[in-house]
């Protein structure tokens, strides 16, 4: 095998991958720890499905037990754990290897990715940031310090954090997975609780390796900007965790300097990476929802007059939410407006020019006028949900002023980031709750 130290300039390296001697998916395997936060049931369900077998559960913290009080403890039992698992055999032997998977969902769509670790010194989650790997939405460093909790010190990493490229030429993901697929594969089987089936396939010969090698070339030149930086990867899930992976580098490559480690033994430190998932933003199985908003106790004409003065909102009037979604669908850089008075539902168009992601221009401005428009009602807020079917319902409450957001328009993703920087939060959604990726591959850490 060739130096694999040949992948440094394009932020990623080719780790040292764990997989679980029983391949048993279905008790190993769980969803990210980030989702499921306000249903304790769910958890539970994966606790029954998990019993007594080796799984990543018992090497993650659940972010909806993050607030209760015995912390302390989980996170200690998570570090033993992580330490059997290494000396008592759960582990095959690690592997060099990058791993090319096919996740197929509830819903019917194949999603595939390349797993692999990447430098934390090429990523930057700050807005300026001129990285390799930039964040694609807002990151609140407020949130990184009890994640760091978790991450410094284990002795095990797994990835629940994907990165997307921008890739239509499809010359990545998709290509490498066809010629790792005529091997058999390193992994195969269910997921848990209804959430599809996954298979992985290992990309670590010669061949496999150097085709990597070129597709990155080329993508990293297709994605150079104007001020000569090139933006290879966006942070598509896992914002927060990859933002705490940098900051416990970062707390730790210090400690390693005041050692008087020489810059060789700082650079190869795997505390200097953290495994991924790449996926392809144009893969038909990865889908992209808007995530709208609703206003609560807000003056829709107010909000509308300020939209346009300091958009240039031009508005205009629908009969029915059915002809809004359709603008909405059809006309470029608008969302709608639904809200109730006096027993009538009304159903408008705002259209703004300019180009890029509609939210990074309509976020920011919704954020003003709820700081200061005179008039606000008592208890204004914003509240962001799901499906175009919350738009209306809510939309028919009195008090309440729903926005529609376009659909997420891929070919703009990157440009927009590049641009304007990351993404307001709840910008997007990347699929349902269930497709999200779950723990699978891990890696020695500290």
């Known amino acids: 095998m060739k130096n694999l130290c040949e992948f440094s300039e394009y932020g990623i390296s080719v780790p040292e991958i764990l997989l679980p001697v029983k391949k048993d998916l279905a008790s190993w395997s769980v969803i990210a720890c980030d989702q499921f936060t306000q249903d304790r049931d769910y958890w539970k369900k994966v606790e029954d499905a998990v019993g007594e077998k080796p799984s990543t559960l018992r ?5 909806v037990y993050l607030e209760d009080g015995d912390r302390e403890e989980r996170i200690a039992k998570i570090r033993s754990v992580m330490k059997d698992y290494l000396s008592g055999g759960v582990f095959d032997a690690p592997q060099k290897e990058l791993i090319y998977i096919e996740r197929k969902t509830a819903y019917g769509r194949t999603r ?7 430098d934390l010194e090429s990523y930057e989650w700050k807005p300026d940031s001129k990285a390799l790997i930039r964040a694609t939405e807002a990151t609140i460093p407020a949130r990184i310090p009890p994640r760091k909790e978790i991450r ?22 998709e290509k490498s997975g066809e010629m790792a697929k005529k091997n058999p594969p390193v992994y195969d089987g269910d997921l848990m609780l209804g959430s599809g089936h996954i298979t992985g396939w290992a990309v670590r010969d010669d061949d496999g390796l150097d ?6 070339a080329g993508l990293k030149e297709a994605g150079k900007c104007d001020d000569g930086s090139h933006f290879l990867f966006a942070v598509g899930d896992g914002n927060h965790s990859l933002a705490t992976a940098k900051a416990v580098w970062d707390e730790y490559k210090e400690e390693l300097k005041k050692e008087g480690r020489s810059e060789d033994e700082i650079a190869s430190s795997p505390v200097r990476y953290a495994l991924v998932e790449i996926v392809n933003i144009y893969d038909e199985g990865l889908t992209f929802e808007p995530i709208h908003r609703v206003l609560f106790n807000v003056v829709a004409e107010s909000l509308m007059a300020f939209l346009r003065t300091t958009l240039g909102a031009v508005i205009s009037d629908c009969g029915s939410f059915e002809e809004l979604e359709k ?6 850089s608008s969302f709608g407006i639904v809200d109730t008075a006096g027993n009538v539902t009304r159903y408008r168009l705002l259209r703004i020019p300019g180009k890029g992601l509609l939210v990074s221009r309509l976020q920011p401005m919704l954020d003003e006028f709820l700081r200061t428009d005179d008039s606000m009602l008592s208890g204004s807020e914003i509240d962001y949900i799901h499906g175009s079917d919350e738009v209306l319902r809510l939309g028919k409450k009195e008090g309440c002023v ?3 957001l376009p659909p997420i328009d891929k070919d703009s993703f990157f440009g927009t980031i590049s641009s304007r920087g990351p993404l307001p939060r709840k910008s997007f959604s990347m699929g349902e709750a269930s497709e999200k990726r779950f723990y699978l ?3 020695a850490l500290f």
């Open 152 to 173: 410094r010190g284990a002795p095990v990493e797994s990835p629940h954090i994907m990165l997307l490229a921008n890739d239509p030429g499809r010359t990545l993901v």
């Open 59 to 63: 090497m993650i913290l659940p972010e």
């Open 112 to 118: 595939r990715g390349l797993v692999c670790s990447i």
């Open 402 to 404: 729903t926005l529609l």
């Open 211 to 216: 085709f990597v090698r070129g597709a990155l």
């Open 441 to 443: 591959e891990c890696r």
């Open 327 to 332: 603008s909405v669908r059809e006309t470029e």
